[in-house]
Each structure stands twice: as C-alpha cells, then as structure tokens.
C-alpha cells in the first residue's frame, strides 16, 4: 500500500497500511515513545479506500484487514485515526488465539494486576487511565491478554481513546500525549491519550491476577459494593471474551483457572473519584 | 510481492523458508487464502524467525481446536440422523480430518458438509430441524432457488452451536451440464468406525476437483488445490493403480476435464506428481492459474477483472443461458 505504520503494543506486532497519509501520522505521533516493532507483524491492518476515485472524492475510509467484519460502515478520512484503532481492535478480537482475550480494563500494583470489565459505558477505560495516573500501572484500557500456560496477565498498553465527557478528566496531562480531538465520531467525541511512561516501558512485563472489578457507573448511584459468586463471574466473564469460544478446552481452562483463584466484587459508583476511592478500599483489603 | 506464488512454493518446498523475505506478507496472504494452519503444519520443525515460530505454533494449536470442533459438529449431525438408518457422508474438510488424511492436517473448516441419498432429503431435513438446526435464509425466492436447482438444502444453522450445516444430494447443481452419479458415490463410500461415510479416494478427488473447477469462481481455490495435492500424493502411495481408477471414475461423473485441470495445475503450483500424460498444455491453464494466485503482500484481492470474469463464468456453468438471465434480474431487483 502507499502508506505504512509498524506498530508493537506488548506482546503485538501490527502492519498498518493506509491509502493516506493522515491516519499514519496521527498514530505515529500518538505512538511516538513506543519500542521498534518487531521485524514481522502478528496482524496486518488496511485503511483503505472503497473504490478507487474514493481516495479523494469523498474520502472515506474502510476497515480491512487479515480480519474484517463483512457489514462495517466506512469512516470520515477525519477520524482515520479512530479507524486504525479500531482496524487493530478487530484483529485483537477475531485473530489472537495465542491469549484468552477479555474485554476489560487492567492496572497493577505491587506486582499483582486488578482486573475490570463490565458493559459499555461502565467507565472501566476511563478508570483505567485515571488510576493510571494515580500510582498504578496501566497494562491496557481494552483488552486484558490472559495467558493460556500460567494465567498471568499481558499488557496490552494501546493509546487508551478517551470518550464524551471522559476528555475533561485529562486536561492536565503533558500535551504531547494527546490525540487530535474528533468530534462527531460514531462514539460521540473521542480523544486518544498516551499511557504514561512507566505503562509502556514496561509493556512486556506481565503480572499474575489479584482481584477482579465489575464497575458500574451512574451518576445517581450511591457508593456499593457486592460480592459476585464464581458461576455469575464466569459467565460474565466469558461474554466479556471475544475469543473464548474458539479457543476450546483451553479456554475453558484458562478462564476456570482465573475464576477459581480469583475474588470477585462488583461496585457502583457515581464519579470518578469515587471510584478510584472504592477500588483503592477493595485493593488494600 | 504481487501474488501468492510465494506461498505456493512454500508449501510445496518447505525448505525454502530461509528464503522468505517478507513474512508477514506471506503470512498476510496465507490467512487470506485460509492456507495459516496447514502452512504452520508443513513448517513444523524447520527453522524459523522467532516471531514467525510463535505465530506458527499459534496457528497450529488453533487448527487442532477447529479439527476438534469440526469432528464434535460431525458427531451431532450423526446422532441426529442415525435413526433414519441412511447413509450420511461426510464432504471436504471434516471427511479429511474424520478420515485421518494428510490434507486434513491444519486445514480450516467452517461448515458441516454432508452428502445424503436424494429420496432421504425430507426426512434428513425433518430431523436437523428437529435437533435444533434452522434456516438461515427467509428469502422465498432463495429458498426455492435452492430447491428446484441446486445440489443441496439452504444452508442450516444450529441456535446453539451457531455452526452451519450444508445438506447435499449431489454434488454439482442439477443445472451444471455434467451430471455426476451421486447414488454411486454414495454406493462406493468407505464407512467410518462411528457409522459416518467418507467418499472412496477417486471420488474424494473427483468431488473436489468438481467443487473447484465445474462449479463456483474460485474463491478460496489456492486452498481447495493444496487439498487436491495432498489427496493425490497420498492416494497414488498407497495404491499403484490410483491413477487409471481416478480417470475411469472422473469420466463416469463426467468430469475428467475438471479433473485433469486439478492434477496440472496442482503440478505447477505445487509439484504434485501426476501421470506424465497429463502434463499437457493448455492455453487456459495460464488463467486459471493467475486467477488462483490473485492476491498481494497486503493480503488484497487483486485482479478484479479477471475475478469478475470468473465469477461471470461460475453462473455460466451452473445454469443456460435464459434461466441465468432470470436469475440475475431477480437478485437485481431486490
């Protein structure tokens, strides 16, 4: 293709090849401070246009790639960016088979990482970054990379993409680890933030489970927590994988592993601080 | 690269991996071809780029998943039909793996496709339904489509284990000019330990080289060839009157025209040793070969006017003239 991007996010490689050169400068800017990328690349991403005069009539872009979902919508060449993530996060969710892969957030401390998962708009991604910035280690916003051999966690230290009223909550950080702001993407406003510099330093360094969140968020909640019984956390957990089912017996395996050793709470909380507050309380006990 | 004649050769001579330049375009290529898991299968053992060996050994875990996956979808369908007392052969990739064949080894497998007599059809069909297959097309002219002309059921999908089920009683659409003699495919089926069928060998080879070049645009061909040389290597070692067998039965199908085109170029691409007889030129073989390569290091569908030419002909061969003309009129109009 005309343009490309290699990329390495802990334990993968991606290609991103692009028809512009937009999309590509705005990931390398965003990716400026991460490690060479490996020689060869787990998955390759396509930005590409749907026909050939759509380069530049129009220009929209379509997610392509080793991977592609048959029926999704092409995006404004404005929110390229947006696009390359989203080209990654498919590959992530129909291709790796190397991990079990959970659609949750991940920070650590003391060498034990704190697992989060929950609906869409439960805040997980925005907590993340928020402890992120608070002491703990982020090892990744979207994916948590369950290890199929010995259960530990890999981080997967992608540029956390900050939603809605989310972005405020960062205005304080370095300029440099900011995304352009896109305005009107499908999700509503969306801004890329950069882990700190201790998250992507150590993104090859992955940490065994210590205690599992399921967030919710509303702002009329009052503070809670409740605790969660191995079958319901189970579940949850495997309709919180993208991969769980393709992975077999070892799937399985891996997810009961988790579940078996692992406690389980679930917490309301009604801002962010809250939040923070709560799972400080629970990590401690 | 330009196409994916890299990956061909590689399959076919392993130990050209030393040679690979760019790997994860190949790498690109074979997971468009569905080729990643008997690619990861053949370079098992040889020395390769570190991140290349993990994502081999990846793959090569996932396709033991999917061939367990496969013979457990199998195992359901058996169970469903086993009352009915009629033969049930297994086509394709889970008759590979069912039947222990080199061709099976990392193959991907997505559907479950049977072979059944055509006087059973109703009752077949009562049955799935009944164990909790169900249509995946509503659409009333499809569905007739299907019945009136085509070599199997609409597609079925199971509401639990969401994998699809394809029931055929032939093996090329009744509109296709050669006409196969299922019923003596069925008859010359071989019988598994657990009372599934598989095709015989000259059959196997007869079906797929059928599926390939008397039916359908190719997609997916690089895939289905590499099959067609594993099963011919491996039936023309285990018996030295393979070959003679292969052609008497391709010509009672009336398809040895397909399956001459499946031994040449299954020998250019990828070595296989046919009889020296057939290795005679063709001018078309050239076409069929560039169609079956059209792909780049991207892992992009190129060619688009050869692919559209072949997608063109793929309604050719299923239906005349007149009725074609219907038919894309019909599916234009929705």
Redesign the interface.
């Known amino acids: 293709?005309k343009h490309r991007l290699d990329l390495r996010i802990g334990p993968v490689?991606f290609?991103i090849?692009s028809d512009w050169r937009s999309p590509l400068d705005a990931l390398r800017r965003l990716y400026e401070t991460y490690p060479e990328p490996?020689?060869?690349?787990?998955f390759?991403v396509?930005l590409?246009a749907e026909r050939v005069w759509r380069r530049w009539l129009r220009p929209s872009v379509a997610i392509?790639?080793?991977?592609v979902l048959p029926d999704a919508a092409p995006m404004a060449l404005a929110h390229g960016l947006l696009a390359a993530e989203m080209g990654m996060n498919l590959q992530m969710a129909l291709?790796q088979?190397?991990f079990l892969l959970l659609h949750a957030a991940t920070v650590e401390k003391d060498g034990r990482a704190l697992l989060m998962t929950g609906e869409s708009g439960a805040g997980k991604s925005t907590l993340a970054a928020l402890l992120g910035e608070r002491g703990w280690r982020l090892m990744g916003d979207e994916f948590a990379l369950l290890d199929l051999a010995d259960g530990r966690l890999h981080p997967f230290p992608r540029a956390i993409s900050l939603k809605n009223r989310a972005i405020a909550l960062f205005d304080g950080v370095a300029p440099d680890r900011l995304g352009p702001l896109l305005a009107d993407t499908p999700k509503g406003t969306i801004r890329h933030l950069r882990p700190g510099a201790e998250a992507i330093a150590r993104m090859d360094e992955p940490a065994p489970p210590a205690l599992i969140l399921f967030p919710r968020y509303d702002p009329g909640f009052a503070r809670a927590i409740r605790p969660v019984g191995a079958a319901e956390v189970f579940v949850r957990l495997t309709q919180a994988s993208t991969n769980y089912v393709?992975?077999?017996?070892?799937g399985f395996a891996a997810l009961a592993g988790l579940v078996a050793a692992i406690p389980a709470r679930a917490i309301d909380y009604a801002d962010t601080d809250m939040a923070a507050a709560l799972v400080e309380e629970l990590w401690d006990q | 690269m330009r196409d994916a004649r890299v990956l061909a050769r590689l399959l076919a001579d392993p130990s050209r991996a030393g040679a690979v330049e760019d790997w994860t375009g190949l790498l690109s290529i074979a997971r468009a071809e569905s080729l990643l898991g008997s690619l990861a299968w053949r370079l098992k053992g040889i020395r390769l780029p570190d991140k290349v060996a993990q994502i081999l050994e990846v793959a090569r875990r996932d396709s033991e998943t999917v061939r367990t996956q496969a013979l457990w979808e199998a195992e359901m369908a058996r169970r469903a039909l086993a009352p009915l007392g009629v033969p049930v052969i297994l086509l394709k990739g889970s008759a590979y793996v069912a039947a222990g064949l080199a061709a099976g080894v990392g193959r991907s497998i997505g559907d479950l496709d049977i072979l059944v007599p055509r006087d059973s059809l109703d009752r077949v069909q009562a049955a799935l339904l009944a164990a909790g297959w169900e249509w995946v097309k509503e659409d009333a002219y499809d569905d007739l489509y299907y019945r009136r002309w085509m070599h199997e059921l609409p597609p079925l999908i199971h509401k639990e284990r969401d994998r699809m089920i394809d029931v055929h009683h032939t093996i090329l659409p009744l509109t296709a000019r050669p006409t196969p003699d299922a019923a003596a495919m069925i008859a010359d089926s071989a019988r598994l330990g657990n009372g599934l069928g598989v095709l015989s060998p000259p059959d196997m080879i007869v079906h797929s080289a059928a599926h390939l070049f008397a039916d359908g645009d190719l997609a997916g061909g690089l895939r289905n060839l590499w099959d067609i040389d594993r099963l011919l290597r491996e039936f023309a070692e285990a018996d030295a009157g393979f070959w003679p067998k292969l052609e008497e039965r391709a010509s009672r199908h009336g398809l040895l025209a397909a399956v001459h085109r499946a031994g040449r170029l299954a020998h250019d691409l990828y070595g296989t040793p046919v009889p020296e007889i057939w290795r005679v030129r063709d001018s078309a073989d050239s076409l069929f070969k560039a169609r079956l390569l059209a792909r780049d290091g991207w892992g992009r569908a190129t060619r688009p006017a050869l692919r559209f030419a072949f997608y063109v002909r793929s309604h050719w061969l299923r239906m005349p003239p007149l009725m074609l003309a219907r038919h894309l009129w019909t599916k234009a109009r929705r």
């Open positions: 293709m490689s290609r090849g490996d020689p060869v690349a787990d390759t396509r590409e392509r790639g080793d991977y291709g088979k190397r393709a992975l077999g017996e070892r």
